[in-house]
Every structure is written in structure tokens, then in C-alpha cells.
């Protein structure tokens, strides 16, 4: 036979390190055996031809037992390779000279079990014992199997690399969606935050900003930043800016003022400052607004509520900022008339046996959980949930009598429920065993419940109610954005006069 039919099988699909694997003689050697002639032309009278009667003999150079022979084209590199990684007699070099150039499941799997046994020599003899102990048990748990099936396909991922000035750009971003979220700042430490980052880039997950350095640096960076381009937007829009202040108690029950800046269509945050234990007299709102705006040429109005303090802190801007329009916010106007309504002893009634009937509800797990099934049943996704009032915010009072008439067709129907008698028992009970933190007696509280969702007066008078109330809420949640004209108030103000002078006797 010529040397051209001697030549090595050619293998079409062939796995990735095929090569070095079989033909370029640092694993296996080969040649070529002819069939014996005397045999061959005792089984058939055909022309010999090296497909069918030359077969290749691959021995491992490490353990001459390792030996194969493979028609031409038909060697199975996948099986040689998992066949080779199993001899105890191939050095572990050369098997992991052959796992970190592949992909392969089976070199993936080799590799990382080196790494362990490499680790546990590596160690004391204690900490070598409960190591393997860990394997063991890794191996064993059907979770860790998941993992590492997650981990082998993030392991044939390309190079990850990132530079330096990358990783800062990230570090913005990271930031900012910290900031935006409200997420505390120690979670970028958290373990299965690092490790999701890891899992997306191990570059960037060894540069990850510490919970000092996102509360510092890059806080002071995206301020800075933002502070820059609100500015920006504000002068691009036309006319002068509008400052605003209120204020409040944060979570901490901290006294704070809060500041914003406006113009048409454009609300944005100034600042906030707190006051400590400083009085919020008028002058002392002054000085904030004065320390704000410095000249106040950029400006032409201070908006602020109608409170006595506010009303006071306009008489000290008026004498150093005389240009200035001094305005109270149309909307706590609203809210201030909306307080003035529900105040009015047959309106507070109402209110107040909508309040009870929403409170029972919300209280009693039972009766709530059996009032949320039965409204998935009637309404599906259009359900109304039970809401209650803010204190300060009076006119969300017609929100909450809108939830009940909403869903009046299953209120009326709860004194009938199993639940209502279940939760009417129980309540009982613990009033006999001293448990209960109720301020009445839970008897008279059914009781009232009983009575108030079956009479139809409690229905009529909250329609009556509603009736009253829904225009001024249109009318505030209208007026609270940040793209109505001031043109607008006096024609929303005569339209609610209209119709409250317009309502029935029996409504009035």
C-alpha cells in the first residue's frame, strides 16, 4: 500500500483538541495494520482498499495497556477523551494540560475536582478533613448540582475584561440605581448581590464600589451630576422659576423643610433641610428661602401653604424681596376647604361609619381574607381595595367611601359569612381570656357592624356624601400636577361653586 493510504484517519467533525488527543504524538502514537493477505484472499476476491482493511492502533505513551484500533474516519474523540481522563496511569499534568484548553463537560468537571484535592493537600490536616467532608457533601446535594451546572455555562462565556475607567462608569450607574431604588447601602456587600455581578462579569465584580465609597464619592458624583442637569433643563424652559417649600417630619419623626424648584411643566427637588431644635416660626422659613435663592433674580415666585408661620415668612420676603409674588398653594386651599366639608357634623357622621366599616374589615384576618376572595370572584382584575384617609389629608376621605359603595354588594352580605360568626367567636373568646386589645367591647363592635352595612340609610348617605366630596378630589388631584396654568383656578373654583348650590335638598 502507498503511504498515501497510511496516512491518519481524517475525522470531519472533529472535537476541539482532536489533535493533540490522537495524531501529534504527545499522547498516543499510531500505525497502520494491513490485514493479513492470505486471510483476506481466503474471504474475498475485491481489490484491497485501506476504508476496509486498514485499521488504526492508537497506544497512550503513558501506559502501553491503553490501546485501540479505529477504522479510518471512525475514531470517537469525546470517548478517547473521557477514557484517558479516567487512567490513573496519564499524570495530572497532562490531563490538565488538556482540561484548560477544552470546554467539554467532562474536562470542566476533571478540572474543578483537581482543584479541590489540590486545596485539601494544600491544607492542615483538620481543615483537609472537613474540606473533603464539604465535597462530599456538595457532591450529595441536588442544589449544588444545579449550581454547578449554572456555573459551567457561565464558564464558556468569552474573555471578560474591563479596564479601570469602565468599571467607574458602572460604578455610576450602580450608583444611581441604588440611589433612585431607596436601597440601603450595604447590600452592594451582599453575598448573592456579589455574586449575581459575578455571575454577569467577574472582571467588574472584583471592582465593585464598598458601601463607604457608594455612600461618599459616587454620592457626591451623581449629585453633582443631576444637580448640573436640572439646572440646565430649567433655564432651557421660558419664564422665571417658582420656589416652594413645606413642612414635615421624616421617618425618624424628624422635623425637616423641604424645597423645590418649578416652572411650567418642570417640578424638580431643591433641597431639604432640617430643623432641629429650631422653632418653625416665619422668620426662620425666611431665612431658608433667602439662603436659597441668594439675589432671587432668577425667580418670581415663593409658593408655600396657607399656615399661620408661612403667612408670617411672607411679610420678611416681601421687605427684602419685593418683586417677588408671595402665593399660597391652591391646593392645600382645596384640601383646607375639603377638612372645612368633612368637618360639618352630618358629613363627620358619614365619615366616620365609613372609617368603622373599613377598619372592621381590615382588622379581622378572616372576614378580610373571605371579602378579598369574593371580590376576585365579582370584580376580577377591576376590584377596589379598602382604603383608609391619611389624617392630614381629608379630601381622600370620598377614596375611601368610593371602596365601600364599590363593593356594597358584598359588605351587606358579611353578617351572613361563617367567617363573620368564626371571627365574632373568637373575639368572644379572647375577651374571656383577657387577650383582647380591642378598645370596646368586641360584642357591640359586631353589633354596630351588623347594623350599619343593613341599613340602606348607611349606603344613601354615602352616595350623598360622595356626591359633595368627588368634584373637590377631582379638582385637587387636577390642579396638584405640574403643567396647569394659574388661568385655570378661578374657572375650577366657580365650577365647584356651581355645582355644590346646584345639589339636591336631600343631599344638603
Known amino acids: 500500500m502507498s503511504d ?8 470531519d467533525s472533529m472535537v476541539e483538541f482532536e489533535d493533540e488527543v490522537c495524531y501529534d504524538g504527545r499522547v498516543f502514537t499510531w500505525e497502520d495494520n494491513e490485514v493479513s493477505h492470505d486471510v483476506y484472499m481466503s474471504l474475498t476476491s475485491e481489490s484491497r482498499t485501506p476504508e476496509k482493511h486498514v485499521k488504526t492502533r492508537l497506544t497512550c505513551k503513558h501506559d502501553t495497556k491503553f490501546m485501540t484500533l479505529v477504522a479510518p474516519g471512525r475514531i470517537n474523540s469525546g470517548k478517547l477523551f473521557i477514557k484517558l481522563l479516567k487512567n490513573s496511569n496519564v499524570p495530572d499534568e ?5 482540561c484548560k484548553k477544552s470546554h467539554a463537560k467532562a474536562a470542566i468537571e476533571w478540572q474543578q475536582a483537581y482543584d479541590k484535592r489540590i486545596a485539601v493537600v494544600n491544607t492542615s490536616e483538620g481543615v483537609a478533613l472537613a474540606h473533603a467532608r464539604a465535597m462530599v457533601a456538595e457532591e450529595q446535594d441536588p442544589g449544588k448540582v444545579r449550581e454547578n451546572d449554572r456555573q459551567r455555562v457561565l464558564d464558556r462565556r468569552t474573555v471578560d475584561v474591563i479596564s479601570e475607567a469602565q468599571a467607574k462608569v458602572l460604578n455610576v450607574y ?5 440611589f433612585a431604588c431607596k436601597l440601603p447601602f450595604v447590600l452592594v456587600q451582599n453575598y448573592f448581590f456579589v455574586k449575581w455581578v459575578t455571575a454577569i462579569s467577574p472582571a467588574y465584580a472584583k471592582l465593585l464600589p464598598t458601601r463607604k465609597v457608594l ?46 424648584e418649578s416652572k411650567m411643566g418642570i417640578a424638580t427637588y431643591h433641597s431639604t433641610k432640617y430643623v432641629g431644635a429650631k422653632q418653625h416660626t416665619g422668620k426662620y422659613h425666611a431665612e431658608i428661602v433667602k439662603e436659597s435663592i441668594l439675589d432671587g433674580k432668577a425667580y418670581s415666585t415663593v409658593c408655600a401653604d396657607n399656615t399661620g408661620n408661612m403667612k ?17 398653594c ?40 373571605a371579602f378579598i376572595a369574593r371580590q376576585k370572584v365579582l370584580f376580577g382584575q377591576h376590584s377596589v381595595s379598602l382604603k383608609l384617609f391619611p389624617l392630614t389629608r381629608f379630601v381622600y376621605a370620598y377614596m375611601m ?10 359588605i351587606r352580605d358579611i353578617p351572613d359569612w361563617p367567617e363573620f360568626d368564626l371571627a365574632k367567636t373568637s373575639a368572644r373568646e379572647n375577651t374571656r381570656e383577657g387577650h383582647s386589645r380591642q378598645q370596646e367591647d368586641p ?24 356626591l359633595i366630596l368627588e368634584p373637590l378630589s377631582a379638582m385637587l388631584h387636577f390642579v396638584e400636577g405640574d403643567s396647569i396654568p394659574p388661568s385655570f383656578l378661578l374657572g375650577l373654583y366657580v365650577t365647584y361653586y356651581f355645582h355644590i348650590t346646584s345639589l339636591s335638598l336631600s343631599v344638603t
Open 443 to 466: 360584642k357591640l363592635e359586631f353589633l354596630r357592624f351588623e347594623e350599619l352595612v343593613g341599613c340602606q340609610r348607611t349606603r344613601a348617605n354615602g352616595r350623598a356624601a360622595s
Open 94 to 98: 497532562v490531563k490538565l494540560n488538556l
Open 4 to 11: 498515501a493510504d497510511h496516512s491518519p484517519p481524517q475525522v
Open 215 to 260: 455612600s461618599t464619592t459616587l454620592l457626591q458624583d451623581v449629585y453633582e451630576e443631576i444637580v448640573i442637569s436640572t439646572n440646565a433643563k430649567l433655564d432651557a424652559a421660558p419664564g422665571k422659576r417658582t420656589f416652594a417649600l413645606d413642612g414635615m417630619t421624616d421617618i425618624r419623626r424628624r422635623g425637616t423643610v423641604n424645597c423645590t
Open 174 to 178: 450602580l450608583a444611581m440605581f441604588f
Open 401 to 410: 367611601i368610593l371602596a365601600v359603595l364599590r363593593n356594597w354588594d358584598i
Open 312 to 328: 408670617n415668612m411672607f411679610s420678611y420676603l416681601a421687605l427684602w424681596f419685593p418683586w417677588l409674588w408671595l402665593i399660597g
Open 330 to 369: 391652591c391646593v392645600h386651599v382645596l384640601n383646607l376647604l375639603s377638612k372645612d366639608i368633612c368637618g360639618i357634623q352630618s358629613v363627620a357622621e358619614v365619615i366616620a361609619n365609613y372609617h368603622f366599616i373599613v377598619s372592621f374589615i381590615r382588622k379581622h384576618a378572616l372576614i378580610y381574607e
